[in-house]
């Protein structure tokens, strides 16, 4: 197909302007809860794993996370210029760790259970740096493991929920023709759906 690379850009845009205008929404909440329980920002922090969750899961190509989340944090930015780095950065780091386990597999391979490791580690790793960076070490032990349990268990509610649209989108037909398969592995051929939530 001699436009799959313009209907991709496209597909990818309109997914990554979708997901910034849910990084402005919940940019807002994210700050009320910073400040008024910041044990509990982690349960937010996953929502910025949207785009490039539903991207990877409806399309299975290299580096889709990543453009997603360069125009989603694009399009946040420009609602919320205030936090310009903040939305542009997330939107950056997180599509590198969510392309970072497809890219071992030189992107081959797209079970679900890949994308709920990726998403339960990157949550950990976003966790920690948020940790250090805004220094909540005055947290008790117990509060400790609740704030890095909601880190790990976000990203992975909203990979469940992207993978959901990305399978109701993959019903439309939209992105006929820009797949790949599911498992691209030598001599091996599978196009089920980009759900396979369970599998």
């Known amino acids: 197909m001699r436009n799959t690379s313009t209907r991709l850009l496209l597909t990818c845009a309109a997914i990554g302007v979708a997901g910034g205008l849910v990084f402005v929404a919940s940019g807002y909440v994210q700050g009320l809860v910073a400040a008024t329980l910041p044990i509990a920002y982690g349960l937010l922090v996953g929502i910025y794993f949207l785009p490039g969750v539903i991207a990877q899961s409806l399309l299975r190509r290299g580096g889709v996370a990543l453009l997603t989340g360069l125009f989603a944090g694009l399009v946040a930015a420009a609602f919320s210029p205030q936090w310009f780095f903040r939305y542009l950065g997330a939107g950056l780091a997180i599509g590198v760790l969510q392309e970072l386990p497809f890219l071992i597999t030189r992107y081959r391979y797209w079970r679900a259970w890949i994308f709920y490791l990726a998403a339960t580690v990157a949550g950990l790793i976003l966790g920690f740096g948020v940790f250090v960076v805004i220094g909540l070490s005055s947290f008790a032990g117990w509060a400790n493991l609740v704030y890095f349990a909601l880190f790990a268990v976000s990203p992975v509610i909203v990979t469940w929920l ?38």
């Not at 993978?163 to 599978?190: F, Y």
Request: aromatic content about 0%.
């Open 162 to 199: 992207g993978r959901i649209i990305a399978d109701r989108l993959d019903k439309t037909g939209v992105a006929r023709g820009l797949q790949h398969e599911i498992d691209r592995r030598a001599g091996r051929s599978e196009t089920t759906n980009a759900l396979m939530v369970a599998a």
